[in-house]
């Protein structure tokens, strides 16, 4: 069982916005450490998405984006792509474990 | 290019040992902290270990604390994982992860492309 809590899947049709939540509690989420995100494309290694919950990297369209509230935290995918098919993850930092912390993963379906 | 590159798995038997290593290059590796990433087959990220740029500072997940460590050479660039007392839980893919530090915490920039580890008799 993940420290953060994801839904295992959400899908979407092409040009529809999904969001994908990351629920955590007071010794992560809660206690004022950011959520990043990660995108992992079937068989290859996880790419980071998004970082200090709102920050997208270079070269990561604009379609993505993140928001945190409380101890929880969201990932939302505009104008879907059937190249955006993937597993993502959530990851925080957890003071009580002393370590990163991740959610188990939601698989993106594109209809 | 920033890139990182693993190597050193494979099929060990239970209890037994392997090295993982992970060459760093494109960037000032000694100026970075780092970290292993684990994804058992079918699952999800889990993170193993961190270790600081002077390995001053070192952490473990509860599951993996007294039988893996994790130790740096800033001098050949590399990142190592000494594993014993292997189990079949510790099945998995194992990534190294550059360490990115912000003042709402820590997060993971660049990933290798991992190596395989598979504890069966």
């Known amino acids: 069982q993940s420290v953060l809590t994801q839904p295992p899947s959400v899908s979407g049709a092409p040009g529809q916005r999904v969001t994908i939540s990351c629920t955590g509690s007071?010794?992560?989420?809660?206690?004022?450490?950011?959520v990043h995100w990660y995108q992992q494309l079937p068989g290859t290694a996880p790419k980071l998405l998004i970082y200090?919950?709102?920050n997208r990297p270079s070269g990561v369209p604009d379609r993505f984006s993140g928001s945190k509230s409380g101890t929880s935290a969201s990932l939302s995918i505009t104008g879907l792509q059937a190249e955006d098919e993937a597993d993502y993850y959530c990851q925080s930092y957890d003071s009580s474990l002393s370590g990163s912390v991740f959610g188990g993963g939601t698989k993106l379906t594109v209809l | 290019e920033v890139q990182l590159v693993e190597s050193g798995g494979g099929l060990v038997q239970p209890g037994g040992s392997l090295r993982l290593s992970c060459a760093a290059s494109?960037?000032?590796?000694?100026?970075?902290?780092m970290n292993w990433v684990r994804q058992a087959p079918g699952k999800g990220l889990e993170w193993v270990s961190y270790?600081?740029?002077?390995?001053?500072?070192?952490y473990y997940a509860d599951s993996v604390k007294g039988r893996l460590t994790i130790s740096r050479d800033n001098a050949k660039n590399s990142l190592y994982l000494q594993m014993n007392s292997l189990r079949a839980e510790d099945t998995a893919v194992y990534y190294c992860a550059r360490d990115r530090v912000n003042p709402g915490g820590y997060y993971m920039d660049v990933w290798g492309k991992g190596t395989t580890v598979t504890v069966s008799s």
């Open positions: 270790i600081s740029s002077s390995s001053s500072t070192i």
């Open positions: 200090g919950n709102s």
């Open positions: 494109g960037f000032t590796f000694s100026s970075y902290e």
């Open positions: 007071s010794s992560n989420i809660g206690a004022g450490y950011d």
